[in-house]
């Protein structure tokens, strides 16, 4: 109703503009022929002042027609300061309680793309990256993603893209529940020995799958067995991708005991640190479901890559390689 109102105004705001610029032209004429200057010696100024109202009064609607306040339901204005390096692209369904730039975040709205924001990290707060590799698997991430949405904890996918096609709505799910997104390659080739064409083939093939399921390419790559060395670092910085690698591996996959699993994590919790593990073993879900029950609502903070890299106040690179932040 709002926006209704707005669009009224604005028709009639430049049906004035029409009349107004008809108005010189007869204050001119007027002057001439019945010396209209005389009787008003100041049309002009008028006309200034008028210019200066419907400035502003169009410059007021815009910011109405823009403005979704209208749709909010409780504005939560934030401490504003200058955004710096560590951005980051705020996503519909991620609720930051911290954060800043020149925007007013409401709850339940939805910002998709449009704003680099700053996160602030909250007092008393370890912040901490899952990340799982080699999915997506139709029966076994759905229940990893249950668990994030529960716990309002947020992880980094390093998808490999021949997986993809049988689980396209697990990974949409997975992104617009406010997970990350990141390349592990087509097909889980070494990179240290594909030649040029095949490493970019092999980046470019899986980023156009992921495009394809949630919108957006990937901005993070994780090289399959975290191998890597100049050339393909040279490769990767002309694709425009940070190599995100890990400080934190409790080799899930060659371990069938969730528990342990789970105590190998649990001991490594500390803040900045990335845990590598994969979507791809049952045990590996049961161990990560415990962690974000145990711990996210109990001083850490589970977040995305990009999320822990802004949040660390580091700018990642194309081509560069992270372990922690
Ligand atoms: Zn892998």
Known sequence: MKKLTSLLSLFLTFALLIFYFKIPANIVNASLTNNYSAINPSPRKALSYLTLFVQSYILQIFTDLLDDSSTATSPNTMTLITNTSGNVTVRSNT??????DNVTVKPNTTYINTTSIQIIPEANTKYVALTFDDGPNSSLTPKLLDALEKYNAKVTFFIVGNMVNNSKDVVKRAYDLGNEIGSHSYDHKDFTIL???????????????????????????????????????????????????????????????????????????????????????????????????????NGYKFVTISELAALKKVQLIPGGTYFNF
């Open 95 to 100: 609720t930051y309680t911290n954060i800043s």
């Open 195 to 297: 030649s040029n064409t095949e490493i970019i083939n092999q980046v470019n093939q899986t980023s156009a799958i992921i495009k394809s399921v949630t919108g957006t390419n990937p901005t993070l790559i994780r090289v399959p067995y975290g191998t890597h060395d100049d050339n393909v670092n040279s490769k990767l910085k002309s694709l425009g991708l940070p190599i995100i690698l890990w400080n934190v591996d409790p080799i899930d996959w060659d371990c069938d005991d969730a528990n342990l699993v789970y105590e190998r994590v649990k001991d490594n919790l500390d803040d900045g640190n990335i845990v590598l593990m994969h979507d791809t073993h049952p045990t590996s879900i049961d161990a990560a479901v415990r962690i974000l029950k145990d711990y996210s609502n």
